[in-house]
């Protein structure tokens, strides 16, 4: 006797196919596992035989063979290898988008606004008297043309100086953002995933940034007992390490690639969730795990203080509670004039978001 099955109403889900319902946990397990094929596999065959993923018309044998179709992963000939493809990695940066901070439609400009008038490709409603030094695009001449109807008549028709009216356009500016990402062993420790939420925000700025902010600069980099920069390509790929936290080599790759930027809008976020434990000196690292160590400190606060000249603000995301770690970053943020968030897991994408939103609408001078 054929019974029948009730699951929960997801709005969401209506009229996903069961390929695109199954193909959204994928991305969310890939961003957990690291963006391991195999192991994002068996988690969905657990999950499968727990809450009846499929049905008995459409398995997870199924959904491989479209995901191979689909152009989402790549078997290797020989040895069966699986792995995932650049058109999977773009699907979860999209995803964690559309999670942290909705669905945005790509633009063509990509410039973030400001409250100063001057070259852009926004029209300003506001006009005003021509000046000496506009050019003929800015000129309303629709206006200009009432202007000296009202002052000669209309019999004559003659256009003056005085008569011009000039049509402000918005004046549009670009950022270039370094985004720093502390992968030090403390970001797993406690049994306390906080790692997996850092990359979806970085997953999730990226994607922004291309589809939203296209002329805007995105650089990453991550830091243990040393830094190094990496590609978007490799968030979905990115684990902790059994490093200390080198927040001094971070900020210092950090300057150096900001230096090159000709841009003169320039930021540094950085997502971490300790106190900088960790300092190279010559070839050797100097490390101190107990405490906040005073000779680290200094060379931070020396950091911060020289981003703060170089008109480099630094917002720091805190992922910590301890009042020791909140009182260092309160100190650390003073010195560089920067702004800091003591943000909870589940709430660092809002504030990111928030915070990279609203700084667009201020101009570096």
Known sequence: ??????????????????????????????????????????????????????????????????????????????????????????????????????????????????????????????????????????????HSIRNAQINHGIDSFILREDDLEIRETDFKSQTSTVLMIDISHSMILYGEDRITPAKKVAMALSELIQTKYPKDTLDIVVFGNDAWPIEVKDLPYLQVGPYHTNTVAGLELAMDILRKRRNPNKQIFMITDGKPTCLKVGSRYYKNSWGVDRKILNRCMSLATQCKKLKIPITTFMIASDPYLQRFVQEFTECNNGKAFFASLDKLGAFIFRDFESGKRKTVY
């Open 1 to 142: 006797m054929k019974g029948f099955h009730f699951t929960r109403f997801n709005p969401e889900e209506q009229g996903k196919t069961p390929f695109e319902k199954l193909l959204d946990l994928f991305l969310q397990l890939l961003t957990y596992t690291n963006g391991d094929f195999n192991e994002a596999m068996q988690w969905m065959n657990e999950l499968d035989k727990e809450y009846k993923l499929t049905n008995p018309d459409y398995g997870i044998g199924d959904f491989i063979e479209d995901l191979k179709e689909k152009g989402y992963i790549n078997e290797r000939p020989g040895t069966g290898d699986i792995s995932i493809t650049p058109k999977t990695e773009r699907g979860i940066r999209k995803k964690s988008l559309e999670e942290i901070f909705g669905k945005l439609k790509k633009t063509r400009s990509g410039n973030h606004h400001t409250f100063k008038p001057g070259g852009g490709d926004e029209i300003n409603p506001e006009t005003r008297p021509f000046t000496f030094g506009d050019t003929l695009e800015q000129i309303d001449f629709t």
